[in-house]
């Protein structure tokens, strides 16, 4: 009695505005892009219950938890179409019994299921989603946020190297099922890591008078993502870099050392049946300048396949946080 219309209606149930959550909001909390949240709206139907009007969407607790639920069946390999019916049957406030069990909406493969990332950060298992869903856009905004936000080393070594890690082991259960997965968010990894860009202040580029730091697989060695991953350090920190990429011949690499002078020459090999050791010895011992001030080159070993015995006088940093360092106290002298 003495209500407005206003007032009836929100105790008739009605969702203020005001309590939900914007698309990008909850397109950061899913993991995905503002695009797909839209996308799956008109498709689907799984979009907010309540709208200001007919552009702005405001997502509800119920709304979300539906949205969820659609990204963890997508996750799984559920269609999308499937996924949205089961997400807004579950949503539903029918009896338990008329719902359809979950199970019907699981694919029968036994690789099915989140990507095995434990107690990762939650960066990982937004770009796990994203990746599964083979959603592009998503993979590609998540990637340039992370390293704008943290840094290459934390965005390498905290999110893409665990979730890597997750679809390469995915990718051994499955058989080639999640062959497309891992190479989407490679190539994508690899594009966030050349976009990296250096410090604001030009002070670091006195450093180029001790020469660049080339950057090389070796021989028959084809995976440098973790190099690219090095490159992308150095440029964050302002040091001249010389990326020659993998498997650069022999006789490539040593013209490119006696070229440049470089300050250092990073060799990566991913396996033992790459590591070139002899190559190595030969790259440490090259050296240029006039008669009487020759200079060589500080050598690191970088990457597993250079497990085991030392080699004298060369460096062998654990992993992307260490060579920088060491790289960082080599140029400053």
């Known amino acids: 009695m003495g209500e407005s219309r206003s007032d009836q209606e929100r105790g008739a149930g009605a969702v203020s505005v005001d309590a939900g959550v914007t698309t990008g909001a909850l397109a950061r909390r899913l993991g995905v892009s503002p695009t797909t949240l839209r996308s799956w709206d008109r498709r689907y139907g ?3 219950a309540v709208r200001s009007d007919g552009r702005h969407r405001r997502w509800a607790p119920q709304d979300v938890a539906m949205l969820e639920e659609m990204c963890r069946l997508t996750s799984a390999g559920v269609p999308p179409a499937e996924a949205a019916r089961a997400a807004k049957e ?3 406030p029918a009896p338990a019994e008329a719902k359809p069990p979950t199970d019907a909406y699981r694919p029968r493969s036994k690789a099915a299921g989140p990507l095995p990332l434990g107690d990762a950060r939650q960066e990982c298992k937004g770009l796990a ?3 599964v869903r083979l959603d592009a856009p998503s993979v590609d905004d998540q990637l340039t946020s992370l390293v704008e936000r943290h840094g290459v080393v934390v965005g390498w070594e905290e999110v893409m190297v665990p979730t890597l890690h997750a679809v390469g082991r995915k990718w051994e259960s499955a058989g080639d099922r999640y062959v497309e997965v891992e190479h989407l968010l490679s190539w994508h990894i690899s594009r966030a890591l050349h976009r990296a860009s250096g410090p604001s202040d030009p002070s670091g580029q006195d450093r180029a008078a001790a020469g660049p730091v080339v950057l090389a697989c070796v021989p028959g060695e084809q995976h440098c993502l973790p190099l690219e991953a090095l490159h992308a350090g150095l440029v964050e920190q302002g040091l001249p870099t010389r990326m020659f990429g993998p498997a650069v011949p022999p006789e490539a690499l ?4 006696r070229r440049l002078g470089p300050l250092a020459v990073v060799l990566w090999s991913q396996t033992r049946s790459t590591a070139d050791r002899p190559l190595a010895r030969h790259i440490a011992a090259t050296s240029w300048g006039v008669k009487g001030a020759r ?3 500080v050598v690191l070993l970088g990457g597993p ?3 085991g015995r030392p080699e004298q006088g060369m460096l062998r940093p654990p992993g992307l946080r260490d060579a920088l360092t060491t790289l960082a ?3 400053a002298g």
Do not use: E, H, I, K
């Open 46 to 48: 799984v979009g907010p």
């Open 90 to 92: 579950g949503a539903d």
């Open 129 to 131: 989603r994203a990746a």
């Open 254 to 257: 040593t013209a490119a050392v």
């Open 295 to 297: 200079r060589n080159p």
């Open 305 to 307: 396949g250079w497990a």
């Open 329 to 331: 106290s080599l140029a």
